[in-house]
């Protein structure tokens, strides 16, 4: 009876602590989810902010699953390069491991401290405040799961069956690293089995040798749930999350060998044994991180070799189903995913020509009128499929939200055909004649292409969320783009009085660029109107009353 009541203790303590995790993955990223993910985009020019940006977006999602996942998807939409993405997950299993070390520094009495704040900021009204509080009691009620799990593991010292137990896991190490890995697998978290062989480390009942092992397999194991996330998903993305289970995996294959030796070394350098194995985590990562940096790119390499293309499908919808019509709930749900779908397309129309303008590179601009046309066909499906789900009769909520879909697909067409028509010709016309903008010109379009595509991944956030205070920033956002336009017609105008050859070689292209990317603004705006206009916050006109 005993043994059962220590058993439960000890799982109700680890489900308290995936809990936690889950409560601050969903907190960040309901509270800086956009931001975030456009911060990981953006963040891997360069090998050094690759890992930065894998190392912060770990730390403040608690996962690195969650990263690899977002990391994973940029590089299915050609956003983040192969050999980036893999240094990204370098500094995701360091931010996860420092999370462990932070964690183990006997913070636990700062528990319901913390969750009174997150408690406080999740009654406000502030979505971005919800998710703060949210992402606060979530890290609080982590600290008090390692309260519990001291508790429950405390009884073990005792105990014959865990004794013999581990003695069997110490004799056969390897397969103490796949029970560990089994572990990290099944919870979907390497920080959660790390705790756990912390709790265990404290009682004294493990050996260094032992411990070493077990915070490898949940290394290792913890590298398998995104891979299992994108086996469905496209090569791209499959390649991504296999090399990062690769790089483990032979790191794990390195160490087991020396895990008595690392013990031994550890322990003579005066290593705390009840910090043991975040210790070994934090220096594990590290030292993986150092050693595969440098064959990142090898390894992308390899992983086209290993993972081929898909093979060429349909360009057409893939979510639109025809049986779905029946039930406008599910209809709408399949409209929208496609949408979402089309807004990718846009995304990476205006990513390929960002980087041809940056690089004065024609390539990235030969995929825009294939992609142009892929949006024009989708936009053209889902209108034709809306249309028959209307014939059935809609309620009015359910009719509202039809027409919001329509409305979107409508304006993401118009911006294709800006693109493709409008700033593809003009970057391609700056490249082919040797064009050179001034460095305060260039600065600026740069400036209002990056603001525009963090717009266009703000609104196919609102699409799906219909979130209010989202809308709204969107909204104020369009005011400051039309200031930007303002400004910057104004400087240039300012270069050309005074006589400057660059500005004047470049003058109408500088406010044709300026122009469509005003535009392109406007119709990512149209996504709020609805849900403002809802709220009566929009007015008729921006006329000011006279009267």
């Not at 994108?230 to 020396?258: D, E, F, K, Q, Y």
């Not at 639109?320 to 496609?338: G, I």
């Not at 397309?345 to 825009?368: G, Q, S």
Request: net charge neutral.
């Amino acid at each position: 009876m005993e043994s059962t009541i220590v058993m439960i203790n000890l799982f109700g303590a680890v489900g308290l602590l995936l809990f936690g995790l889950a409560q601050v993955k969903d907190g960040v990223s309901r509270a800086f989810g956009a931001r975030l993910r456009t911060g990981l985009a953006k963040g891997t020019r360069s090998g050094a902010r690759s890992f930065v940006s894998g190392f912060v977006a770990t730390i403040a999602l608690q996962s690195s699953t969650a990263t690899a996942l977002m990391i994973a998807s940029f590089v299915e939409r050609d956003l983040v390069l192969p050999g980036m993405a893999q240094i990204v997950l370098l500094g995701a299993n360091v931010g996860t491991a420092v999370t462990a070390w932070i964690v183990a520094t006997g913070i636990e009495w700062l528990s319901p401290l913390i969750i009174l704040i997150g408690i406080v900021l999740y009654r406000r009204k502030s979505t971005a405040q919800q998710g703060a509080g949210a992402a606060l009691i979530g890290i609080g009620l982590m600290l008090l799961s390692l309260q519990l799990l001291s508790l429950a593991t405390a009884p073990m010292r005792q105990s014959a069956a865990l004794g013999a137990f581990i003695g069997l896991l110490d004799g056969a190490l390897p397969v103490a690293l796949i029970f560990s890995a089994v572990l990290a697998f099944v919870s979907s978290s390497s920080l959660a089995v790390v705790v756990l062989i912390l709790s265990l480390a404290s009682t004294g009942i493990l050996s260094p040798a032992l411990t070493v092992v077990l915070v490898l397999g949940a290394n290792l194991g913890g590298a398998v749930p995104p891979l299992v996330a994108t086996l469905s998903g496209p090569a791209t993305a499959r390649r991504v999350t296999l090399g990062n289970l690769i790089v483990r995996a032979i790191g794990c294959l390195v160490v087991l060998p020396l895990a008595g030796y690392i013990g031994d070394w550890m322990q003579s350098l005066h290593f705390s044994p009840a910090k043991l194995p975040v210790d070994v985590h934090l220096l594990f990562n590290i030292a993986l991180a150092i050693c595969a940096w440098p064959f990142s790119r090898l390894l992308s390499k390899t992983m086209l070799r290993i993972v081929p293309n898909d093979p060429q499908t349909d360009d057409g919808p893939k979510f639109l189903d025809q049986q779905a019509l029946q039930t406008p709930v599910v209809a709408l749900a399949s409209a929208t995913r496609e949408v979402l779908a089309v807004g990718d397309l846009i995304e990476r129309m205006l990513i390929r020509t960002e980087n041809a303008f940056n690089d004065n590179d024609l390539a990235p601009l030969k995929e825009v009128p294939v992609l142009e046309k892929r949006v024009d066909k989708i936009q053209q499906e889902v209108k034709i499929y809306l249309s028959k789900l209307g014939r059935d009769g809609l309620d009015d909520e359910n009719g509202r939200r039809s027409i919001v879909i329509i409305d979107y697909a409508i304006n993401l067409e118009h911006i294709g055909d800006i693109i493709e028509k409008g700033l593809a010709e003009q970057v391609a016309k700056k490249i082919d004649k040797g064009l050179t903008f001034s460095e305060d010109g260039y600065r600026e379009l740069r400036s209002l292409f990056s603001l525009t595509v963090d717009n266009l991944r703000i609104a196919q956030t609102i699409l799906v969320t219909r979130d209010f205070n989202l809308a709204r920033q969107l909204m104020e956002v369009k005011v400051d783009v039309r200031k930007l336009e303002k400004q910057s017609s104004e400087r240039h105008l300012e270069r050309l009085r005074d006589g400057r050859v660059d500005s004047l070689q470049t003058s109408s292209l500088h406010l044709d660029m300026l122009r469509d990317l005003k535009r392109i603004n406007a119709h990512i705006v149209s996504v709020a109107h609805p849900i403002l206009d809802e709220s009566g916050l929009l007015i008729e006109s921006r006329l000011r009353n006279t009267q």
